[in-house]
């Protein structure tokens, strides 16, 4: 089980978005592919954002995405 969960995430990434625009992310989708090219970037050795040591980059790149260390750019 993921942690934290699809749901949670797509939260985090649409908390900055105002009332009546359009959000950010509306897929788990567009999650899975943020953070497979963040933990690409952390493999090819890219400093890590939050402590992670001894975490998988996948692992790394899902908590930066829920600390708001990382953003996903709209595509519009």
């Known amino acids: ?14 908390s900055e978005v105002e009332q ?3 959000p950010i992310v ?5 999650i899975v592919m ?3 090219r963040r933990a690409r ?4 050795g890219e400093d890590a954002m939050v402590e992670g040591r001894d975490k ?3 692992s790394v790149a899902v908590e ?3 600390q708001g260390k990382i953003k996903i750019l ?3």
């Open 1 to 14: 089980m993921l942690h934290p969960s699809y749901s949670d995430l797509m939260k985090v990434v649409n």
């Open 20 to 22: 009546g625009e359009a």
């Open 26 to 30: 509306n897929s788990r989708y567009s």
């Open 34 to 36: 943020a953070t497979s």
């Open 41 to 44: 970037q952390i493999i090819a």
């Open 56 to 58: 998988k980059p996948l």
């Open 64 to 66: 930066e995405l829920n």
């Open 74 to 76: 709209s595509s519009e």
